[in-house]
């Protein structure tokens, strides 16, 4: 018989937080860390890149899908992603959770095993945050990154001439997600683990800033809304090349047959995509699909790219419909990628 599993109401939130504390990750600029009003970080560069973000359960993941281990760790990537897209390196995150009394402590404790095992490798720390009832789960993080004296790469540098490139893999997570809905997560672990887990080249950022990049930030949102942003930040258009798009294509394109197969399968025969439609939606994954957090950058034409990003395609002035994304010098007519108030 297996046992009834702890609560998160069953426990005091100073012995919950106890269980919480020897679990995050440290670093060597923290000064003061968890534990009184505030933490105190060291900032040799004597600036801070500051972003924040927020996980909605029911909005941004389920947890019959995803582990507080999952959940912590998406929560850091996401957010370690937009301070390195600017250049800097992740110092400190200060995380708040808000939490129903059902919730059992061991998927608290897993979230912050997941805070720190994406923090680490990058010499993050957890310094401090808050703990909060609610009726769902809510994790909001806010990062802080040091500059190390370089410039903040920003979205609005990009200059025609400047070569467009990628680090890091486009719709997996996507197709990960499209395969848990359909409860067909078990045709593909990997596509399933890249949206549960993602991990983006991170370590490029900085590498990219060191080598000149003009602009950059992490696609989150979908190519063509990420792209957008830095065209018309930039007053340009970004003329991507589809065809050096498709590195995951054939495992993309075999997630959206099985999910047209399922669809038959379920009785919908008649309505179920044929290999052209399946085509199209793992194109659609590819340039709309959000949260696999590639870096997307741009560089001079005589940068050599850094370690892990591809050439993707070119910026070009602004024509006749404005500043933009183009595919091969067409205006794309897809959606762009996620919103949050009209998904």
């Known amino acids: 018989m297996s046992e009834t599993p ?4 069953d426990v005091p939130e100073e012995a919950l937080l106890a269980r919480i504390f020897p679990l995050l990750p440290t670093a060597p600029t923290t000064l003061v860390g968890p534990g009184d009003d505030c933490a105190v970080v060291a900032a040799p560069d004597g600036r801070y890149v500051v972003s924040t973000d927020v996980l909605v359960e029911d909005r941004h993941f389920r947890r019959r899908w995803s582990s507080g281990y999952d959940v912590g760790w998406r929560a850091a990537v996401q957010n370690l992603a937009d301070v390195v897209s600017m250049g800097a390196r992740p110092a400190a995150l200060v995380v708040s959770l ?3 009394g ?4 061991d998927w608290v404790t897993g979230l912050a095993r997941g805070l720190a095992d994406a923090c680490t490798p990058l010499g993050a720390a957890v310094v401090g945050g808050d703990l909060s009832g609610g009726d769902q789960v809510v994790v909001a ?4 990154g040091d500059l190390e004296g370089r410039a903040p790469v920003l979205r609005s540098g990009a ?3 400047d070569v467009v490139a990628l680090a890091g893999s486009l719709g997996r997570s996507a197709a990960g997600l499209a395969l848990l809905d359909a409860g067909r997560g078990h045709v593909d672990d990997a596509l399933v683990a890249a949206y549960l887990r993602p991990d983006p080249p991170l370590a490029a950022g900085p590498a990219a800033a060191d080598a000149g990049a003009t602009a950059m930030m992490d696609v989150s949102d979908g190519l063509l809304r990420d792209a957008g942003r830095i065209a018309r930040a930039s007053g340009a258009v970004l003329d991507l090349a589809p065809a050096t798009l498709g590195a995951d294509r054939d495992r993309l394109r075999a997630a959206a047959g099985a999910l047209a197969g399922h669809a038959g399968a379920a009785g919908d025969a008649g309505d179920a995509p044929g290999a052209g439609a399946a085509e199209d939606r793992a194109e659609g994954w590819v340039l709309s699909g959000g949260e696999d957090h590639a870096l997307l950058a741009t ?4 940068a050599t790219l850094p370690a892990g990003f591809r050439a993707i395609g070119v910026v070009r002035p ?3 419909d404005g500043a933009g994304v183009r595919l091969d010098g067409a205006v794309p007519h897809r959606a762009p990628g996620w919103d949050h108030f009209r998904a």
């Not at 702890?6 to 109401?9: E, Q, S």
């Not at 993080?141 to 802080?144: C, G, I, P, S, Y």
């Not at 560089?299 to 005589?302: K, M, R, Y």
Request: no cysteine; proline share 16%.
């Open 98 to 100: 808000v939490m129903p």
């Open 102 to 105: 059902d919730l059992p402590v």
């Open 159 to 161: 200059r025609p001439g």
């Open 318 to 320: 602004a024509d006749d």
């Open 299 to 302: 560089f001079p034409a005589h």
């Open 6 to 9: 702890l609560l998160v109401r």
């Open 141 to 144: 993080v806010t990062v802080h």
